[in-house]
């Protein structure tokens, strides 16, 4: 295992004898990275399977954003970033495969179930698909899998790990997405936005919907792809950015948007931009004048 930060690990698939293999990793961030900048991996598919948080991948011109439970398949050699946008604060994992047929097999299947598998991944690229509790499972057990591949059997536990995954990926790929969101959502969203000024405390939003706090909780993550207080401060932080660019003082902008202090705005804000409030005003201006 090449470990590049401490939440952040990547496997080298190659190296545990998968020959379609590239890399296989997984991070979990409690606080926004530095985006990734534009590369592309050369005759391989990547399979992105975003947990909680967010996410984006920009290709060309078009920007995907990826919630919680979400999964985004990058064709082969397509150029990809997460455009403006950094490393969500969240939790991540990939996949890379090669496609081309020579070379090998993947995780010893035969050729005709191999090209199967990665033509039907390949079809659903560059769309967005919602995933299930069970994928969870397999990538967990995958990860610990690689860390314990000392013998033939964890070697034959590994290459059927991966076929699990990549025949859930697919099977779920072809179920039909949701697109319209519920009329509770709608009416949580709509307060949440109305009420961007003030603490909002998650048992008046359980209320507003008729559901009790712990069943709210589960029904909006699974829903929304985060817990309701990340949803609101994601809100909260994207109105302070337009406030702050307006030219309002931090401390106001705090107290505006139901800040206790100015200190726990300025910690909030850093965790989902990776900015300091003053340090964004500052890096938005110098983008103005780069672009003159």
Not at 153 to 179: A, M
Not at 266 to 280: L, M, Q, R
């Amino acid at each position: 295992m090449e470990l590049e930060k401490q939440e952040r690990s990547v496997y080298k698939l190659q190296d545990y004898g998968i020959k379609r293999g590239l890399s296989f990793g997984h991070y979990k961030y409690n606080r926004v990275q530095p985006g990734l900048e534009q590369h592309q991996h050369k005759g391989a598919l990547e399979i992105c399977f975003c947990m909680n948080g967010q996410q984006h991948y920009k290709i060309g011109e078009q920007l995907y954003e990826l919630n919680g439970n979400d999964i985004f398949v990058v064709p082969p050699d397509t150029i990809h970033s997460t455009g403006e946008f950094p490393e969500d604060k969240g939790e991540l994992f990939w996949i890379q495969l090669l496609v081309n047929p020579s070379k090998g097999k993947l995780c010893n299947l035969p050729k005709k179930q191999t090209e199967f598998l990665l033509n039907g991944l390949l079809d659903t690229s560059g769309s967005i698909f919602k995933g299930s509790f069970q994928l969870k499972l397999i990538l967990e057990k995958l990860i610990e899998c690689l860390e314990n591949v000392d013998s033939t059997l964890s070697k034959i536990q590994l290459d059927q790990l991966i076929v699990q995954l990549l025949l859930e990926t697919l099977i779920l790929s072809k179920k039909p997405q949701k697109t319209t969101p519920s009329i509770k959502l709608n009416t949580v969203d709509s307060f949440i936005s109305k009420n961007l000024d003030r603490i909002i405390y998650v048992d008046e939003l359980a209320k507003l919907v008729d559901m009790s706090t712990g069943y709210f909780k589960a029904w909006f993550k699974s829903n929304s792809g985060m817990p309701p207080k990340e949803y609101i401060n994601r809100l909260k932080i994207d109105r302070a950015k337009q406030d702050l660019l307006k030219g309002r003082k931090v401390t106001e902008v705090a107290f505006d948007l139901g800040f206790g202090s100015s200190q726990y705005f300025a910690t909030t804000f850093k965790k989902f931009t990776g900015y300091t409030p003053k340090s964004y005003v500052r890096s938005q201006i110098i983008k103005k004048i780069n672009q003159i």
